[in-house]
C-alpha cells in the first residue's frame, strides 16, 4: 500500500496478558516511530528506529515495552503484562531522512 | 526547563474567517517546525514544515510563520471551513535531523457553517 499501515486496529486484552503491535511503513522509509496517544492527550514519544537499529528508547515507559524492527522495514511493539495504564492508541509513523512523518491510523489497545 | 505550548481551549470561529493557532516554544533552537492536523480516530497528517531561516511559509490557504526571537510559531488558516475543523499539532526538531520531534498537545478548531 502507499501509506503507513497498523495491526490490529483494536485489541482488547485481559490485564496480565502479553499483546503484539505491528507496523508497517512506507517503503524505502529509513525512520520508523512509535508513540503512544491517551485520550484527549498529546503524543507521547516511544521509540525511534533508524534502520533496524533504535538509537533512542528513551520513551518506552517501563521494561514490558519493547520494539524491533527486521530488514529495515516492519516493526513490531511488544508490551509484557499489561496493565491497565496501557490502554491508549498507539500510532506508528515513518519518514524519508530528514522529511516530515507519515502516519498509521493507529492501533486502540483496551486492556481489562 | 523545555516546553512547547499550544493554546488549550478549543477555538471556535465562524465559516470564511481566518482561523489563527499559536506554538510557542521555551529552551530549545529548533531547526526546524512543523505542522500536523489530526481528525478524530486517526494518526496526525503533515501539512507544512517551515524552517529557522524561513519567516513565512504558504500553501493553499494556510500560512505558518517562525519566529525565532519571539520562539513562535503561528499556523493561520484563511477563508475556513467547517472540514477545516479538527485539532492542529505542532512539532519542532530540536536536533536538526528529523530523527525526534518534540510534540504541543494541539489545539482544537471547530469551524462553525
Known amino acids: 500500500g502507499a501509506g503507513v499501515s497498523q495491526s490490529p486496529s483494536n485489541k482488547v486484552t485481559e490485564k496480565g496478558k502479553d499483546v503484539e503491535l505491528r507496523c508497517d511503513p512506507i517503503?524505502?522509509?529509513?525512520?520508523l516511530y512509535w508513540y503512544r496517544q491517551s485520550l484527549g492527550q498529546g503524543l507521547e514519544f516511544l521509540i525511534y528506529?533508524?534502520?533496524?537499529?533504535?538509537?533512542?528508547k528513551s520513551g518506552l515507559p517501563s521494561d514490558r515495552f519493547s520494539a524491533e524492527r527486521t530488514g529495515g522495514s516492519v516493526s513490531t511493539l511488544t508490551i509484557q503484562r499489561t496493565q491497565q495504564e496501557d490502554s491508549a492508541v498507539y500510532l506508528c509513523?515513518?519518514?524519508?531522512?530528514?522529511?516530515?512523518?507519515?502516519f498509521g491510523p493507529g492501533t486502540r489497545l483496551t486492556v481489562l | 526547563s523545555q516546553k512547547i505550548e499550544q493554546n488549550s481551549e478549543a477555538l471556535n470561529i465562524q465559516e470564511g474567517k481566518t482561523a489563527t493557532l499559536t506554538c510557542n516554544y521555551t529552551?530549545?533552537?529548533?531547526?526546524?517546525l512543523q505542522w500536523y492536523r489530526q481528525d478524530p480516530g486517526r494518526g496526525p497528517v503533515f501539512l507544512l514544515l517551515i524552517r529557522e531561516n524561513e519567516k513565512e511559509k504558504r500553501k493553499e490557504r494556510l500560512k505558518v510563520t517562525f519566529d525565532t526571537t519571539l520562539k513562535q510559531s503561528l499556523f493561520h488558516i484563511t477563508a475556513s471551513q467547517p472540514a477545516d475543523s479538527a485539532t492542529y499539532l505542532c512539532a519542532l526538531d530540536n536536533a536538526g535531523n528529523n530523527r525526534k520531534l518534540i510534540w504541543g498537545l494541539g489545539t482544537s478548531l471547530a469551524v462553525n457553517p
Open positions: 529552551n530549545y533552537s529548533p531547526a526546524y
Open positions: 509513523a515513518s519518514s524519508p531522512m530528514g522529511g516530515n512523518q507519515f
Open positions: 528506529f533508524q534502520g533496524n537499529s533504535a538509537p533512542d
Open positions: 517503503s524505502g522509509h529509513t525512520a
